[in-house]
């Protein structure tokens, strides 16, 4: 009964030191200089010990632009990245899927990526295929 209660006032300590963060971030994906509409734009905020959390997604516009924006209560600073699905240069039936973080200084403001030249393999870049 005493670890419980003390477990609950730990919770509660926490939640009250959690704050709101947000963060907003805006491009336009382009695939060998030509603007692509549809690309799956994701925010998610990268946890340590759980899983990530999805703050929001959107496609990007007949232009290939997009915005963005998501919060989430968190203890530390929250690490917001982006993650793109989409097909330019793709093998067939596949999709490729590439992660960019946004820079700590972005938080509470707009980070503009300006343009993302999706042709352009970047690190840790996954590619995820249709079984026929």
Known sequence: ??????AVLCMLALALE???????VK?????HKRRVAGVLVQLWDRDTFDPNDLLKEVRSDSNGDFTISGGEDEIGDIEPFIRLTHE???KPNCE???????????IG??????YIPMNIAVAGEK??????
């Open 96 to 106: 490729r899927i590439a992660e960019f973080d946004v820079p700590k200084a972005k």
């Open 27 to 31: 491009g336009t994906t382009i695939c």
């Open 1 to 6: 009964m005493l670890f419980r209660s003390f």
């Open 127 to 132: 590619s995820k295929c249709k079984k026929n």
């Open 109 to 114: 403001a707009t980070y503009d990526m300006t």
């Open 18 to 24: 959690a704050k709101m963060q947000n963060v907003t």
């Open 88 to 90: 330019c240069d793709a």
